[in-house]
């Protein structure tokens, strides 16, 4: 199969759609550089593109065009794509926060072949896992360049196991350069002794694609409204977060309180078998497009994110670009990194009741004009973020490796 090029898709109006193409800030570099991934969410496929515009030639391989609990679609957005021959797993997670959820494993295991074809001078790979082993092989064989792309969290990573650990060992010792997308990640890096020179920050970035360009300001049916949007799974946390509102609301029989679960998983039944008090009104939506979920996040105020775990969390960027402030979990790495405490949202502890009692008074305590600031600060905290930036960081990188 041929590296295929895909188009840019259209985008809808509550959405901005910015200009493509990224004017280089210096000349582009004069190199070729094969990025490895499991599969291309909107958001990752955005930073790449741009991260292409500055480079001779890049290509993208991936292990499988998208795993089977994602709804993307192959958003490729004219980058060199090529799906490779592979084989993937299914494996449990059984994480000591209590929950399970189910992995997919990916072994590409025609790596070394299709980067003996590439030829780069420079290979980007995902994780630390077969892939990468893969590419840290041809890298050490061929004489070139190797960049890990690590996304997790010291949460996330608890009770991994002793082999692995001597694997991510190995291969981070290997390694010209280790990115990180947040301080825990970057610490957790660090236990593995990581040297600062190879550390590089590379960041989450909401697609520019489905940019957010709603009101900031709430209608007031709608400016405490809960909103939570994930995939319904233990590991999200979402039958918890519904019998803690139910608790809630019980001790507080005078306060309306209203939420909505945009996404699927195999907690939907459980969520409708909890039994509410007449002060909660929940609201099961499915799962929704890109656009549908703008649609909803104009009509909702608060975005609650109550994971067990999770390495980051795209939506909680996403939450505050529309001017959503955030009730967010401890054990998600954006939580801890974006929201300022009373600033732009509030952090809590998902598996004690009482940190979101405290948690929702304090919100239900505020006025609306308290609550703009809120959204107000919440929009600029992430404003930089954008994947053009994020590119820039990838393309120091890149530059950097070249000059070694």
Not at 9 to 24: M, R, V
Not at 159 to 185: E, H, K, Q
Not at 237 to 262: M, T, W
Not at 298 to 327: K, R, S
């Amino acid at each position: 199969m041929a590296y295929k090029v895909n188009s840019v898709p259209e985008t809808t109006p509550l959405f901005a759609f910015q200009n493509p193409s990224l004017q280089p800030t210096v000349e582009p570099l004069d190199c070729r550089v094969v990025t490895l991934t499991h599969y291309l969410p909107p958001y990752m496929a955005r930073v790449l593109y741009y991260t292409a515009q500055q480079i001779r030639d890049f290509r993208v391989l991936l292990s499988i065009e998208e795993e089977p609990n994602r709804h993307f679609g192959t958003t490729w957005d004219g980058l060199k794509v090529k799906v490779q021959k592979s084989i993937m797993i299914r494996r449990p997670w059984k994480h000591g926060a209590g929950f399970q959820d189910e992995l997919f494993v990916h072994f590409p295991y025609d790596t070394i072949s299709q980067l003996r074809r590439a030829r780069p001078d420079i290979v980007f790979s995902y994780e630390l896992g077969f892939r990468s082993l893969t590419s840290a092989i041809y890298c050490k064989t061929h004489r070139k360049k190797l960049a890990l792309c690590v996304c997790a969290s010291e949460h996330t990573e608890q009770g991994r196991g002793f082999a692995r650990n001597i694997l991510r060992r190995l291969l981070l010792r290997s390694a010209d350069a280790v990115t990180y997308n947040g301080p825990s990640c970057r610490a957790y890096l660090e236990g593995f002794r990581v040297r600062d020179e190879r550390l590089f920050h590379f960041p989450y970035a909401c697609s520019d694609l489905f940019r957010y360009v709603g009101r900031l300001e709430r209608a007031e049916a709608a400016a405490r409204r809960l909103l939570c949007i994930g995939q319904l799974t233990q590991r999200k946390g979402v039958v918890p977060l519904l019998n803690s509102l139910v608790k809630y609301c019980s001790a507080r029989p005078h306060r309306r309180v209203e939420i909505d679960f945009i996404g699927t998983g195999t907690e939907d039944q459980a969520l409708r078998d909890v039994a509410l008090p007449d002060n909660l009104h929940m609201r099961l939506v499915g799962h929704l497009s890109q656009q549908d979920i703008a649609q909803a996040m104009e009509h909702a105020g608060i975005l609650v994110f109550p994971t067990l775990a999770d390495e980051w969390g795209l939506v909680v960027n996403e939450a505050l670009q529309a001017g959503m402030p955030v009730v967010g979990s401890q054990y998600a790495q954006a939580c801890t990194a974006l929201i300022h405490e009373g600033e732009n949202g509030w952090l809590y502890c998902p598996d004690v009741d009482e940190s979101l009692f405290e948690t929702l008074d304090k919100l239900y305590s505020l006025d609306d004009s308290q609550l703009l600031a809120m959204r107000q600060a919440a929009q600029r905290c992430v404003a930089e973020i954008t994947p053009q930036n994020v590119a820039r960081s990838a393309i120091d990188m890149f530059g950097t490796l070249l000059r070694k």
